[in-house]
C-alpha cells in the first residue's frame, strides 16, 4: 500500500491501513507532516508498519530520522535538484516589471502582507498574487484581503485564482516571489519553484531552513527589509546568482 500524504485528508486513512496492511510505503512533502501534533502522532502509530519513505530533500529526511525513533531500513530522497547551469536564470532586468507571488491562501502566515507592503514601495512593479483557497475559514480570510485592497487602493496588485499556460506566465514576468513566514506553511520543495527553474524565471525566497537547499539557485532574503533592499538593487544580487551558478 502507498500512501501519498500525512496532511489531514490523509490521517485517518492511513491510521487505517495500518490496521489491515501488513507494510506501506509513505511520501512525505512538508514539514508540517513531521512537526503537526495529529499528524506526528499518527506517523508514530503506524511506524511499526511503514518500510520505505519518499521525501523530497535532505531536509525532510533529517527531520524524519529526528522525530521518528524507528528506523526505517530504506529512506528515498527524491533527486530534485536541477542542473546549475542549465537552470541558470535569465536576468531580472531583460524581464517585464511584473512579479508573480505564489502563495496558498491569503493568511499572514503565507507571507500576503508582505507583498502588500512591497506593492505600496514598488509603484513601477505589479504584483500578481495567486491565492488558492481549500476551506470556507480559507474563502473568509481571503474577502477580508480583497476588502483591505481595496480600502488600500494598490493598483499595482492584481489577484489570480488559477493561473492558465503557466510557462507562458512565468516566462512573461520577471520573477517569483515566495514571502512564506515559517518552515510549517510550504512544501519542502514547492512545485512553484521547480517551474521557475525550469522556465529560468528569478526565484526570490526567505532563507527558511527547509530550503538551506535551494540556496544556490535563488535569491534570498532574511525579512522584509532586506527584500526591499534586494528589489532596489536587484543587479548586485544576480552577480551572487552568476557566480554560485
Do not use: H, W
Not at 491501513?17 to 514539514?31: D, V
Not at 507592503?117 to 491565492?131: M, N, P, Q
Amino acid at each position: 500500500a502507498i500512501i501519498f500524504s500525512l496532511d489531514y485528508s490523509f490521517v485517518f486513512p492511513a491510521f487505517l491501513l495500518s490496521l489491515f496492511i501488513k507494510n506501506f510505503t509513505i511520501f512525505l512533502y512538508s514539514p508540517r507532516e513531521l512537526t503537526n501534533p495529529i499528524k506526528l502522532v499518527t506517523l508514530k502509530i503506524i511506524r511499526r508498519k511503514i518500510t520505505k519513505v519518499f521525501v523530497q530533500t535532505f531536509y525532510m529526511k533529517k527531520l524524519f530520522e529526528q522525530k521518528i525513533e524507528k528506523k526505517i531500513p530504506i529512506i528515498y530522497v527524491v533527486p530534485y535538484l536541477p542542473n546549475k547551469e542549465k537552470f541558470k536564470p535569465k536576468e531580472f532586468s531583460e524581464r517585464n516589471k511584473k512579479i508573480y507571488a505564489y502563495l496558498s491562501d491569503a493568511s499572514k502566515q503565507a507571507g500576503v502582507y508582505e507583498i502588500v507592503a512591497l506593492a505600496k514601495k514598488f509603484t513601477d512593479l505589479t504584483f500578481f498574487l495567486a491565492i488558492r483557497q481549500f476551506s470556507m475559514k480559507e474563502e473568509k480570510i481571503f474577502k477580508n484581503l480583497i476588502r483591505f485592497l481595496e480600502k488600500e487602493k494598490l493598483s499595482n496588485i492584481k489577484i489570480f485564482r488559477n493561473i492558465e499556460k503557466v510557462e507562458q506566465f512565468l516566462i512573461s514576468i520577471s520573477g517569483l516571489i515566495n514571502p512564506l513566514m515559517d518552515n510549517e506553511n510550504t512544501m519542502a520543495f514547492p512545485l512553484t519553484i521547480m517551474e521557475c527553474f525550469l522556465t529560468k524565471t528569478p526565484v526570490f525566497l526567505r532563507n527558511l531552513p527547509v530550503f538551506s537547499e535551494l540556496s544556490d539557485f535563488v535569491i534570498s532574503f532574511k525579512n522584509l527589509e532586506e527584500l526591499f533592499e534586494i528589489l532596489a538593487d536587484i543587479g548586485r544580487y544576480e552577480e551572487k546568482i552568476k557566480l554560485k551558478t
